[in-house]
């Protein structure tokens, strides 16, 4: 019988799928092969960080270690929503490591930044995968990170968070 999933505490993800002790509960190993496939984030950005999940297939990012499970109200940071048909990173995981991901990521102009930001959606080309990607804009020599975005039928629609939209 399988251990069950306690929504008010952090347990560490297990590093492999056959290390699973809860039905459901994804693994380090699967986290990291996502982030690597879906947007070119070598597994060796995350060398230093733990991953726990807590509640129903949230994920979150810790820089360092921790007893497991732990009972607190936070640490670290949200980073991927799992148990559902697609995988969503958080605005806050993009913000972080954004800059190191080489796939899945659209360069927005100052106009379309500024409506992403604002989380209006908008008729956007974009030549490559639907679904999740990467948001940004260039600032001076660099590709700053906005965000996580839904790209579906011509359409980015942003994933921005209510409460941290700006009119920029």
């Given at each position: 019988m399988s251990e069950q999933n306690d929504g008010q505490r952090f347990d560490r993800l297990p590093e492999t799928p056959d290390e699973r002790t809860?039905?459901?509960?994804?693994?380090?190993?699967?986290?990291l092969e996502y982030f690597e496939d879906r947007f070119a984030i070598p597994p060796a950005?995350?060398?230093?960080?733990?991953f726990w999940e807590k509640g129903a297939g949230k994920i979150w990012i810790y820089c360092g270690d921790a007893p497991t499970p732990i009972e607190i109200?936070?640490?670290?940071?949200?980073?991927?929503?799992?148990?559902?048909?697609?995988?969503?990173?958080?605005?806050?995981?993009?913000?972080?490591?954004?800059?190191?991901?080489?796939?899945?990521?659209?360069?927005?102009?100052?106009?379309?930044?500024r409506a992403f930001a604002a989380g209006e959606d908008q008729e956007l080309e974009w030549d490559g995968d639907w679904g999740y990607l990467i948001a940004g804009h260039r600032i001076a020599d660099g590709l700053e990170p906005l965000g996580i975005g839904l790209y579906v039928h011509g359409e980015l629609r942003s994933m921005v968070p209510k409460g941290r939209q700006r009119e920029l």
């Open positions: 809860v039905e459901g509960r994804v693994s380090r190993e699967e986290v950005t995350f060398d230093e960080h733990t109200e936070a640490m670290g940071m949200t980073c991927l929503r799992t148990r559902q048909e697609h995988w969503k990173p958080t605005t806050d995981f993009a913000q972080r490591f954004g800059r190191h991901a080489e796939a899945c990521v659209i360069e927005l102009e100052r106009e379309e930044a």
